[in-house]
């Protein structure tokens, strides 16, 4: 996306000006609603924003850091869950495959410079790590 396309009267955004991978023309696609979804450092909420809190730059104060956990079972199947740890950021898990989990962890900046090391630890042990903490942690359902 390039370019947002807006009505010179009310400024309501009614699509936007586009380029294609490889392609050197523009291409304008209109929408009823227009969603802009370009992350934390948009290019485009100045536009949209008229100044106040909205308009001010975003700041990382985290990252997820993420892996696919296989054969492990959620506390509710085909629901997502969100495990808030004392001290440390929310840690989401999902399925998404028959036999796939993601896992998402919070993980406060500035980022531990073994993050790898870290991450592939997290694929070996997080299983059971998870177990002793639901197992010493209980959600009441």
Do not use: W
Request: charged share 20%; aromatic share 8%.
């Amino acid at each position: 996306m390039t370019d947002l396309i807006e009505c010179p009267l009310t400024r309501r955004v009614l699509g936007v000006q586009a380029r294609r991978n490889g392609a050197e023309a523009k291409e304008t696609f209109f929408a009823d609603l227009v969603v802009i979804a370009d992350g934390c450092f948009s290019n485009f909420r100045s536009t949209v924003m008229d100044g106040g809190v909205l308009n001010k730059r975003a700041v990382v104060r985290g990252n997820f850091v993420g892996a696919v956990l296989e054969d492990v079972t959620l506390p509710i199947p085909q629901h997502g869950t969100v495990a808030l740890v004392k001290g440390h950021g929310p840690v989401l898990l999902y399925q998404i495959g028959e036999c796939d989990t993601r896992i998402l962890i919070d993980v406060k900046n500035p980022l531990p410079a073994d993050l790898k090391v870290r991450v592939q630890c997290l694929r070996t042990h997080t299983r059971s790590l998870l177990l002793f903490y639901y197992y010493k942690n209980p959600v009441p359902l």
